[in-house]
């Protein structure tokens, strides 16, 4: 028994933190959101950390009559409407060199590379947290598919940019991100 409660304890925790973490850390200003599925930390040492959204999010924003392919076009969408949110937010920041960094088992090298970010090494940190979190990341996984599907953690990898990088791609930013809101539009 005591078993049972040692392993559920932390599972149900990382699942039920989100609802409660998440409207928090936006109302304090600890977590920025620039759409409804990418947000990022606050700033700290020149570093912005970005997120795809949590939990708390896939529930409440994406629309379940989509189907998988849908919810990840959608996805992808609100990553880069976020990014360009980001860019223009900082515009006034263009002469700081801010990184910007962030952890995604969904987005590919490819794609990071054609919108400015370079692969950096995942730290021991990051996987921890991944880790602890994978029955989370299991559940928004599977609603961002819309079935069970089990995310392939391998491939995990951690983007790094800076807001001059993202600002010179901003037009390709802002045409990948238009074309996809017009398949998503036509797929409604």
Known sequence: MYLFVILTFPITLSIIAPFFDTPSLK???????????FLSEKRKRGMIKIHGGTLFDYVFVIDQ?????QRTNFIIQQYLEGLLNLIEENENNKSENIKIRGTSYIINERTAQRI?????????IQKLILL???????????????KLSF???????????NLKELDKRKDFIKSLNDKLKSTIANNV
Do not use: R
């Not at 977590?31 to 409804?36: A, C």
């Not at 009559?65 to 392919?69: C, S």
């Open 65 to 69: 009559k989509m189907n998988g392919k």
């Open 116 to 124: 400015g970010f370079k692969i950096a090494k995942t730290d021991n």
């Open 27 to 37: 109302k304090s200003g600890g977590l920025i959101y620039y759409s409804p599925l």
């Open 151 to 161: 995310p392939n953690l391998k491939e995990t990898k951690t983007f790094e940019t």
């Open 132 to 146: 602890y979190n994978c029955f989370n990341v299991l559940i928004t996984y599977s609603i961002a598919k819309g």
